[in-house]
């Protein structure tokens, strides 16, 4: 029999989808245990209006305890059934999911046996699947392997556990996600652990998740980063593994630190001491294996003293732009903001002035698209050219609004763009009152984006975040004077991973701090930001699956060695088999974005 926890706190909203969706399983041997943290709404009650109809359904309640590691704790002793799945209150499962996984389970004899795992976005938005490793629902890893592809989420932690794993390695009460440690932990001490078909869905749109909305809890997740990591380093882990998973938690590290200095005076001060201290000690553990090049990184990395020094530094300088302290840097901002306006009265300019950023590598044929879309609002482009070996470099040089740049780099590496794009655009102080910092497949689109740019700038919005789109085309447009990329190519697919923060203005913003690929950001500095404009972000790359193809071929022979180690990009190391039914899938559920 197999048991499925979820634990439960104000998940009136989506729980009766979950419950329906365990309730309509093909596979009937289950029983549900489902602890509830003295919810403040409907929940309990309904819990047990689910549990009058179905005695499969076990309620318990217990005093507020606000995190999923205390619920482990009480639920625990209840669990009888030798297997057990974990489920957030607001995911779902597939009729078929339970099935799935216990057939897989009888025929490896696995520990530990992980669905496939669909990312849902609602509001019509496709979902996508992550299945086995990399696609491939084959391999039956041993619990060391499975726990190194689960420290950069290569492969999901949800997963049907033997129990007595569980009960012998309780999830720790350290963090209030203790049990993203806990699941890696489990694959430590698995045999085997295997995949299966069936879905795991899980749910993207629900605002009131704790993993979407920030507060001082999320400070505590650093602790569970140096957990991982230090058990890793029991296992043998490869040290890789470990550095590239240290570089990406010593990041948040640094952005828990950043937000403590923020809003300190908002914490009374035992708690604010407390997470001082937590964050000193996940940095105890955390600096060890970082090889960040990103000064503010490599200097604070030394030692705690230089890792608090270096924030605070930081700090003041974003507040500076706040009218808070450092009276240096808001008089140089000053400077930058005047000599901008003057520029602009000599010239005759009422409209902003617009710069543009991108990194390039062989890019000939969305070039001339690029140049065609941006010219009507853009006053200058700056061209970062990875030595492209086709006639790229030539068409930049043919424009006279366009300053080509060259840089050097082991193939394409994630980190170096990722510099790029954080400093580029640095040099528009004083000259542009925004910047676009994008790729050059990736379009800013509005029907009158001149008048919006204008109205932004009116409302003093620092930071534009567009609606992204995946755009598809069966083949590849063709360049026409009078005709661009957004009327040829119009139908896409709804994509919130490029939701992208690209459009800013570099006056307000003291740091971008994009993520590798620009996916994600912690601006810095004073931020206004507007997500209700109407421009959206088109991202064109699927134009025609032979140009997709041939694309994909030539990234797989330039992946850096530094994108190997960090498993940046691999996302083209993908068959083609898997690359072909995708697009087709795709493009047959696109819709017309541009009217």
């Excluded at 009136?12 to 309509?24: A, G, V």
């Excluded at 960040?292 to 020094?309: G, M, P, T």
Aim: glycine residues 4%; contains cysteine; aromatic residues 12%.
């Amino acid at each position: 029999m197999i048991n499925i926890f979820i634990p439960t706190y104000n998940g009136e909203p989506f729980l009766s989808e979950t419950l329906d969706s365990i309730l309509s399983q093909s596979y009937r041997s289950w029983e549900l245990y489902c602890v509830d943290d003295s919810s403040s709404d409907s929940t309990f009650s309904l819990l047990q209006s689910y549990a009058a109809k179905d005695s499969r359904i076990k309620v318990f309640q217990k005093p507020n305890g606000g995190d999923a590691p205390h619920s482990w704790q009480y639920i625990l002793p209840h669990l009888t059934g030798e297997f057990t799945l974990y489920m957030s209150q607001d995911d779902l499962l597939k009729p078929d999911t339970l099935e799935y996984l216990v057939s897989r389970q009888q025929e490896t004899d696995a520990d530990a046996v992980i669905p496939s795992l669909t990312w849902y976005y609602g509001d019509g938005q496709p979902s996508k699947t992550d299945q086995g490793v990399h696609g491939d629902l084959s391999p039956l890893l041993s619990g060391k392997e499975a726990f190194e592809l689960m420290m950069d989420y290569s492969i999901p932690g949800f997963a049907l556990w033997r129990t007595n794993i569980i009960k012998s390695n309780p999830v720790p009460l350290a963090a209030f996600n203790s049990d993203e440690y806990s699941q890696r932990d489990w694959c430590s001490h698995c045999r085997h652990v295997a995949f299966s078909g069936g879905e795991y869905i899980y749910r993207q749109n629900n605002p009131n998740a704790i993993t979407h909305r920030f507060n001082d809890r999320r400070l505590e997740a650093s602790i569970t980063d140096a957990m991982v990591i230090q058990r890793a380093v029991e296992l043998g882990i490869s040290e890789t593994a470990i550095v590239h998973y240290a570089n990406e938690r010593y990041k948040d590290l640094w952005f828990h630190a950043m937000w403590l200095l923020q809003y300190r005076k908002e914490l009374p001060y035992p708690r604010r001491q407390y997470l001082r201290e937590l964050l000193s000690r996940a940095f105890q553990t955390l600096h060890n294996y970082v090889t960040l090049n990103q000064r503010k990184y490599r200097w604070s990395a030394h030692n705690l003293f230089l890792f608090w020094s270096v924030i605070r530094l930081k700090w003041l300088r974003a507040k500076s732009i706040e009218n808070i302290h450092t009276y240096s840097h808001l008089f140089l901002n000053l400077f930058y903001l005047l000599r901008l306006k003057a520029h602009k009265i000599i010239h005759h300019i009422n409209r902003p002035i617009i710069h543009y950023y991108a990194v390039c590598w062989n890019e000939e044929r969305m070039l001339p698209f690029m140049f065609q879309h941006y010219e009507s609002f853009v006053n200058h482009f700056t061209i970062y050219d990875n030595h492209s070996t086709d006639n790229s470099a030539n068409l930049i040089l043919s424009r006279d609004d366009t300053t080509l740049i060259e840089f050097d780099s082991d193939g394409f590496c994630d980190n170096i763009h990722n510099d790029i794009k954080n400093s580029c655009w640095k040099k528009s102080r004083g000259h542009a009152d925004y910047v676009i910092v994008c790729d050059i497949d990736e379009f800013l689109y509005h029907p009158n984006i001149k008048k919006e740019i204008s109205k932004l700038k009116r409302q003093h919005i620092s930071v534009v975040q567009p609606i992204g789109f995946n755009m598809f085309n069966e083949n590849p447009p063709e360049y026409q004077t009078d005709n661009p990329l957004p009327r040829q190519t119009s139908t896409g697919l709804r994509a919130p991973m490029f939701d992208k923060c690209i459009l800013f203005d570099p006056h307000a913003i003291v740091e971008i701090n994009y993520k590798p690929g620009a996916h994600e950001c912690h601006p810095w500095g004073r931020i206004k930001t507007s997500t209700n404009t109407g421009i959206k972000l088109l991202h064109y790359k699927n134009l025609g699956i032979e140009q997709v193809l041939q694309r994909n071929r030539l990234y797989v022979q330039r992946l850096s060695k530094d994108n190997i180690e960090n498993r940046y990009g691999i996302e083209y190391l993908r068959n083609e088999e898997t690359i072909v039914n995708e697009f087709y899938r795709n493009l047959q559920l696109s819709h017309t974005v541009i009217e």
